[in-house]
């Protein structure tokens, strides 16, 4: 759906000519991809900081990095989630716009 170059419908013609074949305009597969790569990262991230923190509890003790850097790749996640969500928002809205009659 996101790539609708790639789609066509026939149009009937306003004469008795035949139905004439139009193509949409746009491709959006980027932002589609880029908001399941960040949802699917997320996804995977999630257990692994859960495993981290439930079998190697020593790594998150007072003084060690691994707070640090679970808050940094949490932060970076959420960035990134806010990020794609609002280019899939707007790349859904052009699709909504191009395939409106």
């Known amino acids: 759906p996101p790539r609708l170059h790639q789609v066509y419908f026939e149009a009937p013609s306003c004469g008795a000519g035949p139905p004439e074949r139009v193509f949409l305009v746009g491709d959006h597969s980027s932002a ?16 692994a900081a859960l495993g981290g923190y439930l079998f190697a509890p020593q790594a998150y003790r007072a ?15 959420a960035f990134l989630w806010l990020v794609s969500s609002c280019a899939w928002a707007a790349a859904l809205a052009e699709v909504k716009a191009a395939t409106a009659p």
């Open 32 to 47: 589609a991809q880029f908001f399941v790569t960040v949802g699917v990262g997320s996804f995977l991230y999630a257990p």
């Open 63 to 77: 003084g060690g990095r691994g707070p640090r850097i679970d808050l940094g790749v949490t932060a970076a996640l």
